[in-house]
Each structure stands twice: as structure tokens, then as C-alpha cells.
């Protein structure tokens, strides 16, 4: 199987308030919760604060295991939501599907095996988005997210973050600087699902824009195939500015056959923050 460098996207829930200036280098960490309180706090109420405070720091060779399990749960919920929430952004597969519905009615003659039929269609488009969704995530943990440190953190103008709460790796995020355009992009942000809803994700977002100005470069791009809209609400609030969108894209470990093609389809779209002229 041919493993391409992929491109996609984690979901995330993104409940955040807006932060300070970009601030902060390469290898500097950074510390980020919510605006503290003028009023003085009891013990009780400062020992919640403090398990509210996410660090966001580089990678280490010890967060190997929960940075994979974090990004594989992450791509693993892709499987619903591009099975059967992803119908919707389908119009044409839709009513192909309407159609073969009304096909099986006329050759078969029988309601039952016409309610039957829908049924049928969504199976086996669950079926081929998990193939499809498990050949990326192997194609994935076998190249970029099998040696972090080999793709992220040695080459000039890339990078990789972990988000910790309370001691635990809760989010992760890449940078990978493509010098041919002045531009990083932003790759693999993920969160665990059980820490969503307390910006994270945002705030991980932030890190590589922080990092894409402190090394001058002139803009970030991403392309995502998220199907939840909070994911492409959470690009927008950055400041990204969507470039382009394409109905038939091609993830890593697609084989493209006929079947494959009916029952996956996903939608890539591409968003560019530009930081400065060139």
C-alpha cells in the first residue's frame, strides 16, 4: 500500500474565549487558562484553577504512546460521522441512492425488501468508511505519527505540541514548514474527547501560530475533511479564510473501486491564514 503524507484533520468541540497577543518562541513553552479572578481565592477554589491551567509544551519521546492513542480515538470517530453524517454534504449520492431504492421497488415488486434498501446502502457505507478510515490511520502511524521526532521536531521549520492537563497529555498539534511557499501548516490536532469543550483546541491552534511568526513565515494553511461544523468554526475564529473545496478527494489508502467510490465519498476543504505580505 502506498502511503502519501496525509492530510487529515481531527474534529474538535471548541468552547474558548478569545486570548492575549501571539507571544512565545520555538522552544519556549506557554501556560494558558481562563482570566483569573481580581477577587483572592480560597485554597478550595485555587486548587481548581490550577487543574484548569493547560501547558502546552514540545514533544517528548515519553508522550509517544498517548500522542497515538489520542490521534488514533480521534480519526476513529471520523467512521460515523463520515458514514452517515457525511451523506449530507452528498446531494448527487443522495439521489442516487433515492434512485436504486426506487429501482429495487420495480424489479423486486416487494415493500419490504424497498424499506430494506436504505438499510442496506447506509451498511455498506459504514462498511467502506471504516476501510477506507482504517487503511489511513495505518498508512498514518506508520509513517509521520510512528517517528514524531524524525518528521516534527529534527527538521528545520517544523514542530510538534502536546497539550497537558493535570499531568495527562490531552491534545496534540503539528507544524510543517513547506520553505517553496513561506508557509506552515498546521497538521494532526486532535483532543481527547473527554477533555473537549475547554478550548484546547484553540489554544493549540494559537501555538502554531505563534510559532509560524516568531520564524517569519508569511502564512498557515490546513485542509481538513471534518464533517462537524464546529471544526471549521474553530479555523474561522483563528482567522483562517477558506481557499478551496473538493467534492472527491483522495485520502491515503483509498483503492478507488467502483464500490468504494459509491459508498465513500469525503469532502477536503483548504484554509489559509495569511500573516503577512510577501
Given at each position: 500500500?502506498?502511503?502519501?503524507?496525509?492530510?487529515?484533520?481531527?474534529?474538535?468541540?471548541?468552547?474558548?474565549?478569545?486570548?492575549?497577543?501571539?507571544?512565545?518562541?520555538?522552544?519556549?513553552?506557554?501556560?494558558?487558562?481562563?482570566?483569573?479572578?481580581?477577587?483572592?481565592?480560597?485554597?478550595?477554589?485555587?486548587?481548581?484553577?490550577?487543574?484548569?491551567?493547560?501547558?502546552?509544551?514540545?514533544?517528548?519521546?515519553?508522550?509517544?504512546?498517548?500522542?497515538?492513542?489520542?490521534?488514533?480515538?480521534?480519526?476513529?470517530?471520523?467512521?460515523?460521522?463520515?458514514?452517515?453524517?457525511?451523506?449530507?454534504?452528498?446531494?448527487?449520492?443522495?439521489?442516487?441512492?433515492?434512485?436504486?431504492?426506487?429501482?429495487?421497488?420495480?424489479?423486486?415488486?416487494?415493500?419490504?425488501?424497498?424499506?430494506?434498501?436504505?438499510?442496506?446502502?447506509?451498511?455498506?457505507?459504514?462498511?467502506?468508511?471504516?476501510?477506507?478510515?482504517?487503511?489511513?490511520?495505518?498508512?498514518?502511524?506508520?509513517?509521520?505519527?510512528?517517528?514524531?521526532?524524525?518528521?516534527?521536531?529534527?527538521?528545520?521549520?517544523?514542530?510538534?505540541?502536546?497539550a497537558v492537563l493535570d499531568g495527562r497529555v490531552v491534545g496534540i498539534v503539528a507544524a510543517q514548514g513547506h520553505e517553496d511557499e513561506n508557509t506552515v501548516e498546521l497538521r494532526?490536532?486532535?483532543?481527547?474527547?473527554?477533555?473537549?469543550?475547554?478550548?484546547?483546541?484553540?489554544?493549540?491552534?494559537?501555538?502554531?501560530?505563534?510559532?509560524?511568526?516568531?520564524?517569519?513565515?508569511?502564512?498557515?494553511?490546513?485542509?481538513?475533511?471534518?464533517?462537524?461544523?464546529?471544526?471549521?468554526?474553530?479555523?474561522?475564529?483563528?482567522?483562517?479564510?477558506?481557499?478551496?473545496?473538493?467534492?472527491?478527494?483522495?485520502?491515503?489508502?483509498?483503492?478507488?473501486?467502483?464500490?468504494?467510490?459509491?459508498?465513500?465519498?469525503?469532502?477536503?476543504?483548504?484554509?489559509?491564514?495569511?500573516?503577512?505580505?510577501?
Open positions: 500500500m502506498h502511503c502519501s503524507s496525509p492530510k487529515m484533520v481531527c474534529e474538535t468541540k471548541i468552547v474558548a474565549d478569545e486570548h492575549d497577543a501571539i507571544h512565545g518562541t520555538k522552544k519556549e513553552s506557554i501556560l494558558w487558562s481562563s482570566p483569573p479572578s481580581s477577587a483572592p481565592l480560597n485554597p478550595a477554589e485555587a486548587k481548581d484553577v490550577r487543574k484548569d491551567v493547560v501547558f502546552i509544551r514540545e514533544f517528548e519521546r515519553g508522550d509517544q504512546e498517548e500522542v497515538r492513542r489520542i490521534f488514533y480515538e480521534g480519526i476513529m470517530e471520523r467512521i460515523p460521522n463520515t458514514a452517515f453524517r457525511g451523506l449530507w454534504q452528498q446531494p448527487k449520492t443522495q439521489f442516487l441512492y433515492v434512485l436504486l431504492t426506487i429501482m429495487c421497488f420495480y424489479m423486486t415488486k416487494s415493500l419490504t425488501l424497498t424499506c430494506c434498501a436504505p438499510l442496506i446502502l447506509m451498511g455498506a457505507r459504514y462498511y467502506y468508511s471504516r476501510k477506507v478510515i482504517q487503511n489511513y490511520l495505518d498508512c498514518a502511524l506508520h509513517t509521520d505519527m510512528a517517528d514524531i521526532d524524525a518528521y516534527y521536531m529534527k527538521p528545520t521549520g517544523s514542530c510538534f505540541w502536546v494532526r490536532m486532535s483532543v481527547d474527547s473527554r477533555y473537549r469543550g475547554k478550548g484546547i483546541a484553540k489554544a493549540l491552534g494559537r501555538r502554531v501560530l505563534e510559532y509560524a511568526v516568531r520564524n517569519n513565515y508569511a502564512g498557515v494553511v490546513l485542509g481538513t475533511t471534518a464533517v462537524k461544523l464546529a471544526a471549521h468554526k474553530l479555523y474561522e475564529s483563528l482567522g483562517f479564510r477558506r481557499t478551496g473545496q473538493s467534492e472527491d478527494y483522495r485520502l491515503p489508502g483509498m483503492s478507488r473501486s467502483p464500490l468504494e467510490r459509491l459508498f465513500f465519498q469525503i469532502r477536503h476543504t483548504r484554509y489559509r491564514l495569511q500573516l503577512r505580505e510577501e
